[in-house]
């Protein structure tokens, strides 16, 4: 392909990429292009991917943006992103285990840095007061706060 040659495409890929070019424009490049891709099918592909790294760096140095030549300006998009992954947890530094601490209520309690429980209940009432809660069931007594064992 000669140097006249490589500028027509150059010129064609230019035309095919501007978004302000005239659909006629844009059929002309696409006839140029396809002229010459049968004319030297073996170099053309080399020869179009040098044209296309080369634009887009000419691009990047401009600001980032083809079809934006000289316009620093960033347009800002929502965009959503997702990520999965692995970690590694050391082996001992993983959740608490739970420790006995103690009885209460009847019932065995667990907890994770140990400690222990107390009931925290009142004695029975006595005289006539608590006649009534003595003959209710111990489980009643205790929901009422009194502690049936005394």
């Known amino acids: 392909m000669n140097i006249g040659e490589r500028a027509k495409l150059q010129e064609a890929v230019r035309v095919a990429r501007d978004p302000n070019a005239t659909p006629d424009q844009v059929k002309e490049a696409g006839r140029v292009q396809k002229e010459l ?6 170099t053309y592909g080399a020869i179009r991917g040098e044209m296309a790294a080369t634009t887009d760096a000419e691009n990047m140095n401009a600001g980032g943006l083809s079809g934006q030549k000289g316009k620093k300006g960033k347009k ?14 050391p082996k001992g530094k993983g959740k608490a285990k739970m420790m006995k601490g103690g009885m209460a209520n009847k ?5 994770a840095g140990g400690g222990s429980v107390t009931d925290n209940l009142k ?4 005289g006539p007061k608590g006649k009534g809660v003595r ?16």
């Open 37 to 42: 891709r049968e004319k030297y099918p073996d």
């Open 76 to 89: 800002k998009v929502p965009a959503i992103s997702i990520s999965v992954g692995m970690v590694e947890i």
């Open 135 to 150: 003959n209710l069931p111990a489980s009643v007594q205790m929901n009422m706060g009194f502690d049936p064992k005394s």
């Open 123 to 126: 004695p029975m009432p006595t």
């Open 107 to 111: 019932r065995q309690h667990m907890y």
